[in-house]
């Protein structure tokens, strides 16, 4: 076992503060891998305030890890010591039903393991994430990441690139497409640079009018004020597709009317929302979720960044101001996401 250094949330009202445990030994198909980076997602958060009502304690949130592999499995063969690689949301599943053989290992149907808070079934308790200065992963589940990008602004993407590059490629998202992306913060500045990358004509819909500026420095061709009634009307019934990334619970029956008939709104924030079923049917319109992607997908999607020169746009932080971040991240203080620098927590 390895002595990790780490950050975990020990209740659901406490600030989360430093805590050392053991990472399992590395097995015949493991991966080691020395964390540089780890993104901040408002999932984090809530997992750390049991908003979800399944949180178990102590728990090292994290699942947008970027680093170096230090060790390999005798069985190990997709990676080497020293590769730049990375680890999102998932570290493992049964691989053995129909989702996870169609790829979609998020759907498992005996539920994926989650990179923290989910049973361990080999150091039990539960799984320990990125806030640590290294972690031990099933090689299937480690990715590969190009030296072409910069480095400390790709472990948004673990989380936040492939939450919106999953829907946009798998509603076929392209060329001579309108194209909303509803709610301008760390996964709506994703899909806006994805949905301009993948050729469409994207329009940012915003209720902050000061938002504007930057949503067309990151791709979008258009800005929507959704609090205009005027501007909204003028809209009407020309969007191809609509990516609504609003983290908080809130209406989407305003946006509906947006949408040519037979067309698609895609909710990624975990949150409650209030729908009118008029809304869906004068139109045959419809309204859908999406979890994260596939281990295959997100590869693809690392990929696809690398020939576009995709990253987030972050703001760096030591470890020791994790908890004034999650304040700020809570107040949509931060453009667009928090990356921890884990040299400040390997040298404390």
């Known amino acids: 076992?390895?002595?990790?250094?780490?950050?975990?949330?020990?209740?659901?009202?406490?600030?989360?503060?430093?805590?050392?445990?053991?990472?399992?030994?590395?097995?015949?198909?493991?991966?080691?891998?020395?964390?540089?980076?780890?993104?901040?997602?408002?999932?984090?958060?809530?997992?750390?305030?049991?908003?979800?009502?399944?949180?178990?304690?102590?728990?090292v949130p994290g699942h947008e890890i970027v680093g170096r592999v230090t060790q390999i499995g005798s069985d190990v063969t997709n990676h080497k010591v020293g590769d730049l690689v990375a680890v999102g949301c998932m570290v493992d599943s049964c691989r053995e039903?129909?989702?996870?053989?169609?790829?979609?290992?998020?759907?498992?149907?005996?539920?994926?393991?989650?990179?923290?808070?989910s049973p361990d079934a080999v150091m039990g308790g539960v799984t320990h994430g990125g806030y640590s200065t290294q972690i031990v992963v099933n090689d299937y589940?480690?990715?590969?990441?190009?030296?072409?990008?910069?480095?400390?602004?790709?472990?948004?993407?673990?989380?936040?690139?492939?939450?919106?590059?999953?829907?946009?490629?798998?509603?076929?998202?392209?060329?001579?497409?309108?194209?909303?992306?509803?709610?301008?913060?760390?996964?709506?500045?994703?899909g806006v640079k994805f949905a301009a990358a993948m050729g469409a004509d994207v329009v940012m819909i915003t209720t902050s009018p000061e938002k504007g500026a930057d949503a067309k420095r990151l791709g979008a061709n258009d800005v929507i004020v959704s609090k205009d009634a005027d501007q909204m009307a003028a809209h009407a019934g020309t969007f191809d597709f609509l990516l609504n990334t609003v983290p908080v619970g809130h209406d989407i029956n305003p946006y509906l009317p947006l949408l040519k008939n037979d067309r698609t709104m895609v909710l990624v924030g975990a949150t409650p929302v209030d729908l009118h079923s008029m809304g869906l049917i004068f139109g045959r319109k419809n309204v859908a979720g999406s979890l994260i992607g596939g281990i295959k997908e997100t590869q693809e999607m690392l990929d696809f960044c690398a020939e576009h020169n995709i990253v987030s746009d972050i703001e760096m932080i030591?470890?020791?101001?994790?908890?004034?971040?999650?304040?700020?991240?809570?107040?949509?203080?931060?453009?667009?996401?928090?990356?921890?620098?884990?040299?400040?927590?390997?040298?404390?």
């Open 318 to 348: 030591n470890m020791q101001e994790i908890n004034e971040a999650w304040d700020r991240v809570m107040k949509s203080d931060v453009k667009y996401r928090f990356v921890i620098d884990m040299k400040s927590l390997k040298s404390n």
């Open 141 to 190: 589940f480690v990715l590969k990441v190009s030296d072409k990008l910069d480095v400390k602004a790709v472990a948004p993407l673990l989380c936040a690139g492939i939450t919106t590059y999953s829907p946009l490629m798998h509603w076929k998202v392209g060329p001579g497409q309108k194209v909303g992306v509803i709610g301008l913060g760390g996964l709506g500045h994703m």
């Open 97 to 117: 039903c129909a989702s996870c053989k169609d790829d979609l290992e998020q759907f498992c149907m005996n539920g994926m393991v989650m990179t923290y808070g």
């Open 1 to 59: 076992m390895s002595n990790t250094k780490g950050y975990a949330a020990y209740s659901p009202t406490e600030e989360i503060k430093p805590f050392e445990f053991d990472r399992r030994e590395v097995g015949p198909k493991d991966v080691k891998i020395e964390i540089d980076y780890c993104g901040v997602c408002h999932s984090d958060i809530h997992t750390a305030h049991n908003d979800w009502g399944m949180s178990m304690y102590p728990i």
